[in-house]
């Protein structure tokens, strides 16, 4: 048996969506003068989800409606879940980290929420071994990047009534001024913690080509960093909840939904696009992540080797949560799910966002830095998880259920 896991595993790690992710990876490693162009970055993401969404919603239109109630029941379990885990995190940080607590609580929010593109590498996985999933899977990727955001606002509002100055520092923190002004307070002082030297100006300079700075290309080091806002705003619900991630993959959904319904010859068309195409779309998008999470693995430096630790032990722990929990949820109702949902929801559980919770943390929590946690969830997580932990899990999830047969 063990001879087996190891020939499977190590057979799975060279699959060639994952030499996209090595090679793109190694670009920043060897310095090849390489930029990959943010207008395709993207249109791929775009893609991806629209794609994700489509075959979605044409699988979630066959579903019997005996078996609505127990996949009900199972979206909310997959959000309590992720939810459990944004505080699980928090409270592993406390522990491991020397992190200010609007640091613990942002990161613990990205644990608590999940990774579209880690999902998308996943399905792409599933497909090359042809190994089945239920249709409503993507559907628990809208669902379960919702608790990261809602853990990350309230652990930050408590530190708040608790006297957070606004530059992020607790009373018992170093630095800690209820007088500062956090308009004068750039994103690289945040960031380090410390008072800016020229070259961790320069570092900052380095992470252009980060999603972060993709998404805002000005250098952090210009752009003030703005005046806290409530925690519960018009603004900020409208970013967790109609966030373009989120957008697009619902309206995949409802699209591929819709055009099932009318029959196999309507969806035909849009397959040649949304399926068939979806394994060289992924390449190149892994590619382009594996350039950016190289990248990232510069900001590690400042977080200290808690963080790193943390990085590489969580996804391996929220992930093999999450098989148990499945696995008990059909125990306990009689539900059968495919082996490919076990990996999935695992991949749920032990990724980490880099594209919904830092867009709700620029929003309501300014006092955090920008860098770090995405140098956590990109650089350590998503690279883990892409490389060794799909393949670790799915031989986790078909131990679990040859060792432990649903009755």
């Known amino acids: 048996m063990l001879f087996e896991f190891w020939h499977n595993f190590t057979h799975n790690l060279f699959k060639p969506l994952l030499l996209f992710f090595y090679m793109g990876f190694l670009i920043p490693v060897l310095k090849v003068q390489f930029e990959f162009p943010y207008v395709l970055y993207q249109g791929l993401t775009l893609y991806l989800l629209l794609a994700i969404g489509w075959r979605g919603g044409q699988e979630l239109a066959t579903i019997d409606g005996s078996s609505i109630g127990s996949v009900l029941g199972f979206i909310v379990l997959g959000f309590l879940t992720n939810l459990v885990i944004g505080f699980v995190a928090y409270g592993m940080l406390s522990r491991m ?18 990774s579209a593109g880690t999902f998308a590498t996943c399905l792409g996985v599933l497909a090359a071994l042809d190994i089945a999933f239920d249709a409503y899977m993507p559907v628990m990727l809208a669902i379960m990047e919702i608790p990261g955001c809602i853990v990350a606002l309230l652990l930050v509002a408590r530190f708040r009534e608790r006297g957070m100055d606004p530059l992020g520092n607790m009373p018992d923190e170093p630095g800690y001024n209820p007088e500062a002004r956090p308009e004068l307070v750039t994103a690289a002082q945040l960031s380090a913690q410390q008072p800016v030297t020229a070259r961790q100006l320069e ?74 195409a979806f394994q060289g779309i992924l390449g190149l998008f892994l590619l382009e992540m594996g350039m950016t999470a190289s990248r990232k693995l510069k900001d590690l430096r400042a977080a200290g080797h808690g963080l790193i630790v943390f990085g590489l032990l969580a996804p391996n722990l929220f992930a093999i949560a999450g098989i148990l929990v499945i696995h008990t949820y059909a125990q306990l109702t009689g539900t059968h799910f495919e082996i490919g949902s076990y990996v999935l929801f695992a991949v749920l559980c032990g990724a980490a966002s880099y594209i919904a919770v830092p867009a709700v943390q620029r929003i309501a929590i300014p006092e955090a830095s920008p860098t770090v946690p995405l140098a956590a969830s990109l650089g350590l997580t998503f690279s883990y998880n892409v490389t060794i932990g799909i393949p670790l899990y799915l031989q986790i999830a078909q131990a679990v259920n040859s060792w432990l047969p649903l009755g």
Request: a negative charge; zero cysteines.
């Open 203 to 276: 570092a900052e300079e380095e992470l252009q080509v980060s999603l972060e700075k993709r998404t805002h290309p000005d250098p952090a080091g210009a752009e003030p960093v703005p005046a806290a806002a409530a925690p519960v705003s018009a603004p900020l619900l409208r970013e967790v909840l109609l966030n373009p991630g989120l957008y697009l993959l619902f309206g995949g959904i409802i699209i591929g939904f819709i055009g099932r319904l009318q029959g196999p010859a309507v969806i035909a068309e849009g397959d040649h696009v949304f399926v068939t």
């Open 97 to 114: 980290t020397r992190m200010r607590r609007v640091d613990r609580a942002t990161v613990a929010g990205y644990y608590g929420s999940d």
